[in-house]
């Protein structure tokens, strides 16, 4: 339960930082805003490939002396990773702040930016360790200052709200809460820096992290390469739109945190105790389960676009309800995908995703692209709905097939 509710609170906060950066930023640099956290993104790509999904799947099979050796060494390891990829990602976003900062403005916009992508990948390896080690408490505190602070001060410094701020807030808590996870509940615990835990923690992190790598990096290109297209080919106010619109989307997401956060060390646990038919029932009843309340929410949502978006942002986007009632069907495909991918990880098969995504790449990369830069960010919206249809498919397949292909090898010794 102290799982569900940090993931509840992280994904909440998301959503009303997404909700709250909407009302209090002029469109312009809402759109902004909103490209910073998909390039952000690509930084949790990162972090999670080759760090923090290796350790939730590999520490829980690990005895106790060998898993503090590899969470000292996978600490240290994401620490040093930190400086090089947000210096590679700022030099990426320098390219769309440039549209409207310029000069000092803009190297404050980049330092800033730099500042959170270290700051996020920090946090994505201290939550998932303390889940991996049982320690939803500890996660839980780290999200209530870094989640539920980003939240107050954004409500409380609206008045004054630029993009600069909005991005420095929200590093400024993340930082804030990962501190408070080592200095209180993590206070006596020792990380000493050894370089042959740290080489063997990377070995075995490379092995497993390059396959979930490049399905991840792919997932990443069908999933949002959209976007940045609509940031690449049309104006931060349209990108706004496409923002305010896929809020719907994001309802899911306190539910797909949930999934990866809890499900997959017990998803990995499951298949190495009991086998691949108990993990078939695990990840079949979840997904089922989740899916019922994001049917129900989508179908209001299709029918009231506009409601949705005057309760939330108090504001007018422009003509966006046909957006919005296309992102109404996203967000129970979503958890589905989310879901199935945890049991695919747990049979340590995620290269089995690759073909799904390879497909969904190529055809986000060609027509996706024309989509987003020919009709803005309503091609966008149908290339997103389009590549879910294919990729919960996709997922679906190859799940059944593993888990079938392990069952009749169980049947037959």
């Not at 600490?75 to 590679?88: D, F, H, K, M, N």
């Not at 923690?201 to 792919?218: D, H, I, M």
């Not at 931060?236 to 797909?256: D, E, F, W, Y």
Request: hydrophobic share 55%.
């Amino acid at each position: 339960m102290v799982g569900a509710w940090d993931s509840a609170i992280v994904s909440l906060s998301g959503f009303l930082t997404n909700v709250l950066a909407g009302r209090f930023l002029v469109p312009v640099e809402y759109g902004l805003f909103i490209t910073a956290f998909i390039v952000a993104n690509m930084a949790m790509l990162i972090q999670s490939s080759f760090i923090s999904s290796p350790y939730a799947i590999l520490a829980p099979r690990m005895e106790a002396a060998q898993r503090r050796e590899y969470l000292a060494g996978s600490t240290w390891i994401t620490c040093g990773s930190t400086i090089p990829v947000a210096i590679i990602l700022s030099t990426g976003m320098y390219f769309y702040f440039r549209k409207t900062l310029a000069g000092m403005g803009l190297a404050t916009a980049l330092a800033i930016f730099a500042f959170y992508v270290a700051t996020v990948m920090l946090q994505d390896f201290v939550r998932r360790a303390c889940f991996t080690h049982r320690r939803e408490p500890a996660a839980l505190l780290l999200d209530i200052i870094s989640a539920g602070g980003q939240v107050l001060f954004l409500v409380a410094l609206r008045s004054r709200m630029t993009l600069d701020m909005a991005l420095m807030i929200v590093s400024g808590t993340t930082a804030l809460g990962i501190g408070a996870v080592y200095l209180v509940p993590l206070r006596n615990k020792s990380l000493p820096i050894r370089l042959q835990p740290m080489r063997q923690a990377a070995r075995e992190n490379v092995v497993l992290g390059k396959w979930l790598f490049v399905t991840a990096g792919v997932s990443w290109i069908a999933n949002q390469i959209y976007i940045l297209a609509v940031a690449t080919f049309q104006t931060p106010i349209v990108v706004a739109q496409l923002g305010a619109a896929r809020t719907i989307a994001a309802v899911s997401n306190p539910a797909i945190m949930t999934v990866e956060n809890m499900g997959t060390p017990r998803a990995s646990r499951l298949v190495h105790e009991s086998g691949d038919a108990a993990l078939r029932r695990f990840i079949g009843k979840i997904t089922l389960v989740g899916c019922l309340p994001f049917l129900a929410l989508g179908a209001l949502c299709f029918a009231y676009p506009d409601t949705f978006i005057r309760i939330l942002f108090h504001r007018s986007f422009g003509e966006i309800s046909t957006l919005v009632r296309i992102f109404s069907l996203m967000p129970f495909m979503w958890f589905a995908t989310r879901s199935i991918a945890v049991g695919i990880n747990a049979l340590k098969k995620p290269r089995a995703l690759l073909p799904v995504y390879a497909i969904i790449a190529c055809t986000t990369l060609t027509i996706g692209v024309y989509l987003a830069k020919r009709y803005g960010a309503l091609g966008a919206a149908y290339g997103l709905l389009f590549n879910s249809i294919l990729m919960v498919t996709g997922f679906l397949i190859q799940f059944l097939r593993l888990t079938r292909r392990g069952s009749s090898a169980v049947q037959a010794s």
